[in-house]
Each structure stands twice: as structure tokens, then as C-alpha cells.
């Protein structure tokens, strides 16, 4: 399937400056501009200048530089000559790879997790489902609320790696953009119900099958929204 390039656009954010705190000053940096990128406030291919940063971040270039070299080694960032970067834009084939990495990976852990997780944990996950679609929410307390639930469920696995792993394909794939937004904010909440309920009744292969078919959901949506 081809990959749909986004066009480079230049970052139009206001970055206000940082506050010096216990920690450096890089650090910092990093943390603001990695939560910048997963929240598609910078899109993919935009390009960063070090200097640019660096003044409206009220730092010097030397801890902006630790950090954007930090992004570009978590594959968040590319560089584009030696004073700056662009974030990563991924390819359509990468995307729907981290897809079907996530079925193998998060079908093995919610199986694991099935027999493991806490009912008073099922509830207050239930909850937020629930508080969500009674109200209106943008899609960034979405996405922050899709991260907390899949990766709560790879840590109840009881591996210590799928929560890693599950985290980073997320990471990738939150960096692959559409020119069509896809707007099935809802539906998502629905399948998430459906894993609840899986888990609730303590069945390793329904706890599985629920997670594959809200992957495979969402992998449906993208293609039909290329098609478009």
C-alpha cells in the first residue's frame, strides 16, 4: 500500500520557557518537546531548529542539543543538517508493521493478564470509559487515556518487557498522520468495554480475541481512510 507523505510544516506552536527545577535543564527539554510530538502538537515532518528552541525554551543551545539528540535516538526525531532536526514521519507500510507486532505482542499479554488483573483495577478503568463518553473530550485526553489502558494491561501481564515494547510500537505508530483525521473516538471506547468485559471473566483466548479485533478495527479505519 503507498505511503502518504505528509507535507513538511513548520512548527507554529508558542513554546513558553522552562522553569528551573531539580531536574537539568536537558531533561526538561526533552520532556516537553517528546509530549509536544505524541500529542501532535508538532507534526511529522516539521522542521526544529536548535536555536530557535533553545530561545524560546529560555535555555542554552547545550541542553537543547542533548535533548533533541536524545529524540533522534528514540527515533522520535531526523536530523536535517547540523543545527536541525524534523520529526520522524512514518511510512504507511511501518505503521500497519507496528500494528500486527501489537496483536502478537498485546494478544500474549492480555492473555497473561486475564488471570492476574484486579477487579477494583477493571472498575476504575471501566469508570474513566465511562466518564469519557459522557462528556466531550479532544483527542489528546484520548490518546492519553488509550496509553494508560493498553499499557495497564501489558504491565498486568506480569512481563516485564511487554510494557517496554507495547509503549515504544505505540510511540511509532502515534507518528504516522493521516491527511483524513480518523474520528472514532467513540468506537474505541466500545471495543475498549468489550476487553473489559474479557477480562472481567477471567478468559485468556476472549481476552486475546477482544485485543486483536480492536487492533485489527483500527488497522480497518486507516485503510479505508487512504482509500478516501
Not at 507518528?175 to 475498549?192: K, V
Request: glycine residues 4%; contains cysteine.
Amino acid at each position: 500500500m503507498p505511503s502518504l507523505p505528509s507535507p513538511a510544516q513548520p512548527a507554529t506552536i508558542t513554546i513558553t520557557p522552562l522553569e528551573v527545577r531539580s531536574a537539568s535543564l536537558a531533561e526538561q527539554a526533552y520532556e516537553r518537546l517528546r509530549t509536544l510530538i505524541l500529542d501532535r502538537k508538532i507534526f511529522p515532518g516539521s522542521p526544529l531548529q536548535e536555536g530557535r528552541l533553545a530561545d524560546d525554551l529560555g535555555i542554552s543551545r547545550t541542553p537543547m542539543r542533548e535533548a533533541l539528540v536524545r529524540l533522534a535516538g528514540e527515533g522520535l526525531l531526523v536530523r536535517r543538517d547540523a543545527r536541525s532536526y524534523a520529526v520522524r514521519a512514518l511510512g504507511t507500510k511501518e505503521y500497519f508493521d507496528c500494528m500486527r507486532a501489537r496483536e502478537v505482542i498485546e494478544g500474549e499479554a492480555i492473555a497473561l493478564a486475564a488471570t492476574r488483573i484486579d477487579a477494583a483495577d477493571l472498575d476504575r478503568l471501566q469508570a474513566e470509559i465511562e466518564a469519557l463518553n459522557a462528556g466531550e473530550h479532544d483527542e489528546t485526553e484520548h490518546w492519553h487515556f488509550d496509553d494508560k489502558f493498553h499499557v495497564f494491561i501489558a504491565t498486568a501481564s506480569g512481563n516485564v518487557v511487554f510494557p517496554r515494547l507495547v509503549e515504544e510500537l505505540r510511540v511509532n505508530a502515534r507518528l504516522f498522520r493521516l491527511h483524513s483525521p480518523l474520528h472514532r473516538q467513540r468506537e474505541n471506547h466500545n471495543e475498549h468495554g468489550d476487553i473489559i468485559g474479557a477480562l472481567r471473566a477471567r478468559d485468556p483466548e476472549r481476552a486475546r480475541q477482544a485485543m486483536r479485533e480492536h487492533l485489527r478495527s483500527l488497522q480497518e479505519d486507516v485503510k479505508r481512510a487512504l482509500i478516501d
